[in-house]
Protein backbone atom coordinates (compact mmCIF):
# COMPACT_ATOMS: atom_id res chain seq x y z
CA UNK A 1 0.00 0.00 0.00
CA UNK A 2 2.76 2.25 0.45
CA UNK A 3 3.84 2.46 -2.74
CA UNK A 4 0.41 2.77 -4.18
CA UNK A 5 0.58 5.92 -1.52
CA UNK A 6 3.91 7.30 -2.96
CA UNK A 7 2.70 6.75 -6.99
CA UNK A 8 -0.63 8.58 -6.12
CA UNK A 9 0.97 11.21 -4.65
CA UNK A 10 3.90 12.01 -7.14
CA UNK A 11 1.04 11.91 -9.80
CA UNK A 12 -1.17 14.31 -8.05
CA UNK A 13 2.03 16.71 -7.56
CA UNK A 14 2.94 15.85 -11.38
CA UNK A 15 -0.09 17.84 -12.74
CA UNK A 16 -0.61 20.00 -10.37
CA UNK A 17 2.76 21.65 -11.42
CA UNK A 18 1.89 20.43 -14.97
CA UNK A 19 1.95 24.66 -16.05
CA UNK A 20 5.86 24.92 -14.92
CA UNK A 21 8.13 25.77 -18.13
CA UNK A 22 11.35 24.99 -15.80
CA UNK A 23 12.56 21.56 -15.68
CA UNK A 24 13.21 21.45 -12.03
CA UNK A 25 8.95 20.84 -10.98
CA UNK A 26 9.43 17.32 -13.66
CA UNK A 27 12.88 16.53 -12.59
CA UNK A 28 11.57 16.39 -9.07
CA UNK A 29 8.88 13.86 -10.01
CA UNK A 30 11.20 12.25 -12.00
CA UNK A 31 13.31 11.76 -9.20
CA UNK A 32 10.57 10.38 -6.87
CA UNK A 33 9.68 7.66 -9.46
CA UNK A 34 13.22 6.54 -9.57
CA UNK A 35 13.87 6.51 -5.75
CA UNK A 36 10.57 4.67 -5.99
CA UNK A 37 11.63 2.12 -8.47
CA UNK A 38 15.02 1.65 -6.72
CA UNK A 39 13.23 1.14 -3.11
CA UNK A 40 10.81 -2.29 -4.61
CA UNK A 41 13.66 -3.15 -6.41
CA UNK A 42 16.06 -3.74 -2.69
CA UNK A 43 12.62 -5.51 -1.65
CA UNK A 44 12.67 -9.27 -0.99
CA UNK A 45 9.34 -9.79 -3.02
CA UNK A 46 9.19 -10.78 -6.13
CA UNK A 47 9.01 -8.35 -8.85
CA UNK A 48 6.29 -8.69 -11.30
CA UNK A 49 5.83 -7.66 -14.46
CA UNK A 50 2.98 -7.86 -17.78
CA UNK A 51 3.99 -8.61 -21.11
CA UNK A 52 3.53 -5.13 -22.56
CA UNK A 53 6.38 -4.16 -20.55
CA UNK A 54 8.75 -5.82 -23.01
CA UNK A 55 7.57 -3.04 -26.44
CA UNK A 56 7.23 -0.26 -24.14
CA UNK A 57 10.89 -1.09 -22.47
CA UNK A 58 12.04 -1.07 -26.23
CA UNK A 59 10.40 2.30 -26.87
CA UNK A 60 11.90 3.44 -23.95
CA UNK A 61 15.84 1.92 -25.29
CA UNK A 62 15.36 3.48 -28.77
CA UNK A 63 16.47 7.23 -27.85
CA UNK A 64 19.39 5.53 -26.53
CA UNK A 65 19.72 4.05 -29.84
CA UNK A 66 19.45 7.06 -31.78
CA UNK A 67 22.36 9.23 -29.49
CA UNK A 68 24.30 5.76 -30.01
CA UNK A 69 24.29 6.16 -33.59
CA UNK A 70 24.03 9.80 -33.64
CA UNK A 71 21.23 9.94 -36.15
CA UNK A 72 19.63 12.56 -33.80
CA UNK A 73 19.58 16.27 -34.86
CA UNK A 74 19.36 17.65 -31.27
CA UNK A 75 21.26 15.30 -29.14
CA UNK A 76 20.35 17.52 -25.99
CA UNK A 77 16.73 16.94 -26.37
CA UNK A 78 16.31 13.66 -27.20
CA UNK A 79 18.11 13.09 -24.38
CA UNK A 80 16.11 14.53 -22.42
CA UNK A 81 13.31 12.95 -24.52
CA UNK A 82 15.31 9.46 -23.59
CA UNK A 83 14.60 9.99 -19.42
CA UNK A 84 11.17 11.16 -19.71
CA UNK A 85 10.72 7.39 -21.40
CA UNK A 86 12.46 5.76 -18.84
CA UNK A 87 10.36 7.28 -16.50
CA UNK A 88 7.22 6.70 -18.16
CA UNK A 89 8.62 2.88 -18.29
CA UNK A 90 8.94 3.06 -14.67
CA UNK A 91 5.91 4.35 -13.94
CA UNK A 92 3.90 1.64 -15.96
CA UNK A 93 5.57 -0.94 -14.19
CA UNK A 94 5.29 0.23 -10.55
CA UNK A 95 1.71 1.05 -11.60
CA UNK A 96 1.23 -2.52 -12.81
CA UNK A 97 3.09 -4.48 -10.25
CA UNK A 98 1.83 -2.38 -7.18
CA UNK A 99 -1.99 -2.34 -8.15
CA UNK A 100 -2.64 -6.28 -8.78
CA UNK A 101 -4.02 -5.86 -5.47
CA UNK A 102 -7.62 -5.81 -5.68
CA UNK A 103 -8.46 -3.69 -2.71
CA UNK A 104 -4.80 -1.79 -3.18
CA UNK A 105 -6.32 -0.78 -7.11
CA UNK A 106 -9.58 0.57 -5.70
CA UNK A 107 -8.04 2.26 -3.19
CA UNK A 108 -5.58 4.18 -6.09
CA UNK A 109 -8.76 4.33 -8.20
CA UNK A 110 -10.97 6.28 -5.71
CA UNK A 111 -8.24 8.62 -4.74
CA UNK A 112 -7.39 9.59 -8.37
CA UNK A 113 -10.85 10.03 -8.80
CA UNK A 114 -11.38 12.31 -6.19
CA UNK A 115 -8.61 14.46 -6.84
CA UNK A 116 -9.91 14.58 -9.93
CA UNK A 117 -13.58 16.00 -9.40
CA UNK A 118 -12.19 18.52 -7.34
CA UNK A 119 -9.23 19.78 -9.38
CA UNK A 120 -12.06 19.34 -12.58
CA UNK A 121 -13.88 21.54 -9.98
CA UNK A 122 -11.60 24.31 -9.29
CA UNK A 123 -10.18 24.40 -13.48
CA UNK A 124 -13.48 25.34 -14.25
CA UNK A 125 -13.62 27.91 -11.87
CA UNK A 126 -10.69 29.19 -12.58
CA UNK A 127 -11.16 29.14 -16.10
CA UNK A 128 -14.31 31.92 -15.73
CA UNK A 129 -12.78 33.98 -12.72
CA UNK A 130 -9.02 33.98 -12.95
CA UNK A 131 -7.84 35.82 -16.04
CA UNK A 132 -5.59 33.47 -17.45
CA UNK A 133 -3.26 32.67 -14.43
CA UNK A 134 -3.03 28.89 -13.11
CA UNK A 135 -4.68 28.58 -9.30
CA UNK A 136 -5.28 32.50 -9.33
CA UNK A 137 -1.97 33.27 -8.89
CA UNK A 138 0.52 32.09 -10.73
CA UNK A 139 0.97 33.56 -14.90
CA UNK A 140 0.57 32.01 -17.57
CA UNK A 141 0.84 33.47 -20.61
CA UNK A 142 -2.64 33.30 -21.93
CA UNK A 143 -5.84 36.06 -20.54
CA UNK A 144 -8.18 32.97 -20.81
CA UNK A 145 -9.30 29.43 -21.35
CA UNK A 146 -6.69 28.22 -18.62
CA UNK A 147 -8.18 25.08 -16.54
CA UNK A 148 -6.04 24.33 -13.42
CA UNK A 149 -2.96 23.67 -14.59
CA UNK A 150 -3.14 23.29 -17.62
CA UNK A 151 -3.14 25.82 -20.66
CA UNK A 152 -4.26 23.67 -23.24
CA UNK A 153 -7.99 22.97 -23.50
CA UNK A 154 -7.11 19.78 -25.32
CA UNK A 155 -4.56 18.13 -22.27
CA UNK A 156 -6.90 19.54 -19.62
CA UNK A 157 -9.47 17.10 -22.15
CA UNK A 158 -7.20 14.28 -22.34
CA UNK A 159 -6.51 14.46 -18.36
CA UNK A 160 -10.48 13.95 -17.89
CA UNK A 161 -10.92 11.42 -20.32
CA UNK A 162 -8.19 9.47 -18.51
CA UNK A 163 -10.50 9.64 -14.74
CA UNK A 164 -13.74 9.46 -16.38
CA UNK A 165 -14.15 5.62 -17.04
CA UNK A 166 -12.60 4.96 -13.53
CA UNK A 167 -15.12 7.52 -12.23
CA UNK A 168 -18.35 5.61 -13.78
CA UNK A 169 -16.79 2.40 -12.51
CA UNK A 170 -16.63 3.26 -8.47
CA UNK A 171 -19.86 4.79 -8.76
CA UNK A 172 -21.34 1.33 -9.44
CA UNK A 173 -20.09 0.04 -6.07
CA UNK A 174 -21.36 -0.47 -3.46
CA UNK A 175 -19.18 2.19 -1.30
CA UNK A 176 -19.41 6.07 -1.57
CA UNK A 177 -21.33 5.93 -4.40
CA UNK A 178 -22.75 9.96 -4.21
CA UNK A 179 -19.00 10.73 -4.58
CA UNK A 180 -18.04 9.17 -7.60
CA UNK A 181 -20.93 9.67 -9.23
CA UNK A 182 -20.70 13.26 -8.52
CA UNK A 183 -17.46 13.11 -9.19
CA UNK A 184 -18.24 11.66 -13.02
CA UNK A 185 -20.60 14.28 -13.29
CA UNK A 186 -18.39 16.74 -12.65
CA UNK A 187 -15.37 16.06 -14.48
CA UNK A 188 -18.10 15.31 -18.04
CA UNK A 189 -19.33 18.68 -17.72
CA UNK A 190 -15.50 20.05 -17.26
CA UNK A 191 -14.63 18.49 -20.63
CA UNK A 192 -17.45 20.23 -21.87
CA UNK A 193 -16.39 23.37 -20.29
CA UNK A 194 -12.95 22.86 -22.02
CA UNK A 195 -14.35 23.65 -25.17
CA UNK A 196 -12.30 20.42 -26.79
CA UNK A 197 -14.08 18.84 -29.57
CA UNK A 198 -12.13 15.81 -29.24
CA UNK A 199 -12.86 16.24 -25.75
CA UNK A 200 -16.48 16.16 -25.72
CA UNK A 201 -16.77 13.22 -28.66
CA UNK A 202 -14.44 10.93 -26.51
CA UNK A 203 -16.14 11.54 -23.33
CA UNK A 204 -18.92 10.71 -24.72
CA UNK A 205 -18.11 7.95 -26.12
CA UNK A 206 -16.67 6.69 -23.28
CA UNK A 207 -20.35 6.85 -20.98
CA UNK A 208 -21.69 5.02 -23.41
CA UNK A 209 -19.20 2.51 -23.50
CA UNK A 210 -18.96 2.06 -19.86
CA UNK A 211 -22.94 2.03 -19.64
CA UNK A 212 -22.94 -0.74 -22.34
CA UNK A 213 -20.28 -3.09 -20.65
CA UNK A 214 -21.61 -2.79 -17.19
CA UNK A 215 -25.27 -3.56 -18.69
CA UNK A 216 -23.77 -6.71 -20.58
CA UNK A 217 -22.03 -7.96 -17.47
CA UNK A 218 -25.83 -7.39 -15.61
CA UNK A 219 -23.99 -5.28 -12.74
CA UNK A 220 -27.24 -4.22 -11.27
CA UNK A 221 -30.47 -4.56 -12.92
CA UNK A 222 -31.55 -3.63 -15.80
CA UNK A 223 -34.25 -0.54 -14.41
CA UNK A 224 -31.28 0.18 -11.46
CA UNK A 225 -28.84 0.62 -14.59
CA UNK A 226 -31.44 2.81 -16.67
CA UNK A 227 -32.14 4.74 -13.16
CA UNK A 228 -28.72 5.57 -12.77
CA UNK A 229 -27.91 6.43 -16.49
CA UNK A 230 -31.05 8.96 -16.13
CA UNK A 231 -29.87 10.55 -12.71
CA UNK A 232 -25.97 10.90 -14.64
CA UNK A 233 -27.74 12.27 -18.06
CA UNK A 234 -29.77 15.08 -15.98
CA UNK A 235 -27.02 16.28 -13.92
CA UNK A 236 -24.91 16.13 -16.50
CA UNK A 237 -27.28 18.80 -18.41
CA UNK A 238 -27.79 20.52 -15.39
CA UNK A 239 -23.87 21.03 -14.87
CA UNK A 240 -23.33 21.59 -18.57
CA UNK A 241 -25.75 24.16 -18.31
CA UNK A 242 -24.15 25.48 -15.46
CA UNK A 243 -20.68 25.51 -17.11
CA UNK A 244 -21.30 26.19 -19.96
CA UNK A 245 -21.87 24.65 -23.57
CA UNK A 246 -21.69 28.00 -25.73
CA UNK A 247 -17.31 27.78 -26.05
CA UNK A 248 -17.83 24.14 -27.39
CA UNK A 249 -20.21 25.18 -29.85
CA UNK A 250 -18.09 27.69 -31.14
CA UNK A 251 -15.01 25.85 -32.03
CA UNK A 252 -17.16 23.46 -33.85
CA UNK A 253 -17.98 25.97 -35.97
CA UNK A 254 -14.70 27.06 -36.49
CA UNK A 255 -11.93 25.75 -39.00
CA UNK A 256 -9.01 27.96 -39.00
CA UNK A 257 -6.71 25.80 -37.17
CA UNK A 258 -7.52 22.59 -39.69
CA UNK A 259 -5.21 23.94 -42.11
CA UNK A 260 -2.27 24.13 -39.86
CA UNK A 261 -2.82 21.01 -38.19
CA UNK A 262 -3.29 18.82 -41.95
CA UNK A 263 0.08 20.76 -42.99
CA UNK A 264 1.87 19.45 -39.82
CA UNK A 265 0.48 15.88 -40.13
CA UNK A 266 1.71 16.10 -44.03
CA UNK A 267 5.54 17.42 -43.08
CA UNK A 268 5.70 14.70 -40.51
CA UNK A 269 4.60 11.56 -43.33
CA UNK A 270 7.38 13.42 -45.76
CA UNK A 271 9.67 13.16 -42.69
CA UNK A 272 9.17 9.38 -42.03
CA UNK A 273 9.83 9.33 -45.75
CA UNK A 274 13.04 10.97 -45.62
CA UNK A 275 13.96 9.19 -42.31
CA UNK A 276 11.96 6.02 -42.39
CA UNK A 277 14.57 3.70 -39.75
CA UNK A 278 15.42 5.97 -37.18
CA UNK A 279 13.77 9.62 -37.47
CA UNK A 280 15.37 12.44 -36.53
CA UNK A 281 15.58 11.99 -33.06
CA UNK A 282 12.60 12.25 -30.13
CA UNK A 283 11.74 15.65 -29.03
CA UNK A 284 12.94 16.96 -32.48
CA UNK A 285 9.80 17.43 -34.58
CA UNK A 286 9.70 21.14 -33.57
CA UNK A 287 13.44 21.78 -35.24
CA UNK A 288 12.65 19.75 -38.33
CA UNK A 289 9.11 20.86 -39.11
CA UNK A 290 9.94 24.34 -40.90
CA UNK A 291 11.97 22.57 -43.50
CA UNK A 292 8.90 20.60 -45.14
CA UNK A 293 6.52 22.90 -43.70
CA UNK A 294 4.17 24.20 -46.70
CA UNK A 295 3.15 27.39 -45.95
CA UNK A 296 4.43 29.98 -43.14
CA UNK A 297 1.03 30.22 -40.68
CA UNK A 298 2.48 33.21 -39.17
CA UNK A 299 2.26 30.58 -35.57
CA UNK A 300 5.03 29.03 -34.09
CA UNK A 301 3.86 24.84 -34.68
CA UNK A 302 5.12 23.15 -31.85
CA UNK A 303 4.05 19.83 -32.32
CA UNK A 304 2.37 17.46 -35.24
CA UNK A 305 -1.53 17.19 -33.81
CA UNK A 306 -0.94 13.64 -34.49
CA UNK A 307 1.29 12.04 -31.69
CA UNK A 308 1.03 9.20 -33.87
CA UNK A 309 2.82 10.43 -36.92
CA UNK A 310 5.06 12.79 -34.59
CA UNK A 311 6.60 8.99 -33.13
CA UNK A 312 6.95 8.01 -36.49
CA UNK A 313 8.50 11.19 -37.73
CA UNK A 314 11.08 11.29 -34.60
CA UNK A 315 11.74 7.93 -33.55
CA UNK A 316 11.60 6.28 -37.02
CA UNK A 317 8.77 3.15 -37.99
CA UNK A 318 10.30 0.86 -35.35
CA UNK A 319 9.68 2.97 -32.69
CA UNK A 320 5.99 4.13 -33.84
CA UNK A 321 5.68 0.09 -33.69
CA UNK A 322 6.85 -0.59 -30.13
CA UNK A 323 4.39 1.76 -29.00
CA UNK A 324 1.24 0.31 -31.13
CA UNK A 325 2.68 -2.97 -30.01
CA UNK A 326 2.33 -1.51 -26.47
CA UNK A 327 -1.55 -0.07 -27.84
CA UNK A 328 -2.61 -3.76 -28.85
CA UNK A 329 -1.79 -5.31 -25.52
CA UNK A 330 -3.62 -2.72 -23.55
CA UNK A 331 -6.58 -2.34 -25.40
CA UNK A 332 -8.05 -5.69 -24.26
CA UNK A 333 -7.82 -5.64 -20.17
CA UNK A 334 -8.19 -1.31 -20.37
CA UNK A 335 -11.94 -2.27 -22.35
CA UNK A 336 -12.68 -5.30 -19.74
CA UNK A 337 -11.78 -3.62 -16.65
CA UNK A 338 -14.25 -0.29 -17.37
CA UNK A 339 -12.27 1.52 -15.46
CA UNK A 340 -9.06 2.11 -18.51
CA UNK A 341 -11.24 2.84 -20.91
CA UNK A 342 -9.84 6.34 -20.95
CA UNK A 343 -6.17 4.87 -21.56
CA UNK A 344 -8.02 3.96 -24.97
CA UNK A 345 -9.86 7.08 -25.66
CA UNK A 346 -6.49 9.13 -24.89
CA UNK A 347 -4.68 6.82 -27.66
CA UNK A 348 -8.12 7.66 -29.39
CA UNK A 349 -6.79 11.15 -28.65
CA UNK A 350 -3.46 10.97 -29.77
CA UNK A 351 -4.56 10.65 -33.59
CA UNK A 352 -5.91 14.24 -33.31
CA UNK A 353 -3.68 16.28 -31.21
CA UNK A 354 -0.68 15.76 -29.11
CA UNK A 355 -1.62 14.62 -25.53
CA UNK A 356 1.74 12.80 -24.84
CA UNK A 357 3.50 15.18 -25.57
CA UNK A 358 4.93 18.66 -24.33
CA UNK A 359 3.87 17.99 -20.60
CA UNK A 360 5.22 14.70 -20.09
CA UNK A 361 2.96 14.83 -16.51
CA UNK A 362 0.27 13.91 -18.66
CA UNK A 363 1.85 11.04 -19.90
CA UNK A 364 2.79 9.86 -17.04
CA UNK A 365 -0.77 9.65 -15.60
CA UNK A 366 -1.52 7.43 -19.23
CA UNK A 367 0.94 5.11 -18.14
CA UNK A 368 -0.27 4.86 -14.57
CA UNK A 369 -3.85 4.48 -15.50
CA UNK A 370 -2.60 1.87 -17.99
CA UNK A 371 -0.70 -0.42 -15.57
CA UNK A 372 -3.89 -0.48 -13.49
CA UNK A 373 -6.16 -1.72 -16.32
CA UNK A 374 -2.88 -4.48 -17.06
CA UNK A 375 -3.44 -5.18 -13.54
CA UNK A 376 -7.46 -6.26 -14.03
CA UNK A 377 -8.31 -9.68 -13.55
CA UNK A 378 -10.17 -11.23 -15.77
CA UNK A 379 -13.70 -13.11 -14.06
CA UNK A 380 -12.40 -16.32 -14.38
CA UNK A 381 -9.55 -15.09 -12.14
CA UNK A 382 -10.26 -15.94 -7.95
CA UNK A 383 -8.94 -12.42 -7.27
CA UNK A 384 -11.51 -10.28 -9.72
CA UNK A 385 -11.44 -7.52 -8.02
CA UNK A 386 -13.85 -4.06 -8.22
CA UNK A 387 -16.62 -2.70 -6.78
CA UNK A 388 -18.78 -4.35 -9.02
CA UNK A 389 -18.64 -7.88 -6.90
CA UNK A 390 -21.61 -9.01 -5.20
CA UNK A 391 -24.00 -6.64 -7.14
CA UNK A 392 -25.51 -8.52 -9.85
CA UNK A 393 -29.30 -9.35 -9.35
CA UNK A 394 -28.89 -12.94 -8.78
CA UNK A 395 -27.52 -14.72 -6.00
CA UNK A 396 -26.66 -18.16 -7.20
CA UNK A 397 -23.06 -16.94 -8.33
CA UNK A 398 -21.37 -18.34 -11.67
CA UNK A 399 -23.96 -21.26 -11.61
CA UNK A 400 -26.93 -19.25 -11.69
CA UNK A 401 -27.85 -15.53 -11.43
CA UNK A 402 -23.67 -14.19 -11.99
CA UNK A 403 -23.26 -15.21 -15.51
CA UNK A 404 -21.04 -12.12 -15.65
CA UNK A 405 -19.18 -13.64 -12.80
CA UNK A 406 -18.80 -10.86 -10.48
CA UNK A 407 -18.33 -12.84 -7.85
CA UNK A 408 -15.31 -14.69 -6.83
CA UNK A 409 -15.09 -18.40 -8.67
CA UNK A 410 -15.84 -21.01 -6.37
CA UNK A 411 -17.39 -19.31 -3.83
CA UNK A 412 -21.12 -20.52 -3.37
CA UNK A 413 -23.67 -18.05 -2.30
CA UNK A 414 -25.13 -18.21 1.42
CA UNK A 415 -28.03 -20.49 1.70
CA UNK A 416 -31.10 -18.33 2.71
CA UNK A 417 -34.52 -20.36 4.38
CA UNK A 418 -37.76 -20.64 2.31
CA UNK A 419 -40.33 -17.47 3.47
CA UNK A 420 -43.76 -18.59 3.47
Known amino acids: MST ?18 ERWAW ?60 TFVLVFALSYETLRAPEVRRWFLGVITTFGMLLAFVAVLQKYSSGGKVFWLFQSGYQEGVLGPFVSRNQFAAWVELLLPAALYMATG ?22 SRAGFVLVSGE ?19 GLAALQFAVLAAVATAIVGWQGLAARWESRVPEAVRIDAVRASLEMVRARPWLGSGLGTWPTVYPRYAGFDAGVFVNQAHNDWAQWAAEGGLPFMLFLAAFAVLLCKPAVQSIYGLGTVAFLLHAFVDYPMQQRPALAAWFFALAGAAMAWRNRRTPAYDGPLRGTGPGSLGLAGGDPAGLQTPGAAAPSRPLQR
Not at 4 to 21: P, R
Not at 48 to 53: F, G, I, M, R, T
Not at 178 to 187: D, K, N, Q, R, S
Not at 207 to 225: K, M, S
Open 207 to 225: VVVAAAALAARRAAPRRAL
Open 4 to 21: AVALAALLGYAVLTAFVE
Open 27 to 86: SLFQAGIFVLAGWRAVRPARFQAHLALAPLAAAGAWPFVQLALGTSVSRAVTFGAALNWC
Open 174 to 195: RRLRPLFGCAAVVLFSSAIASA
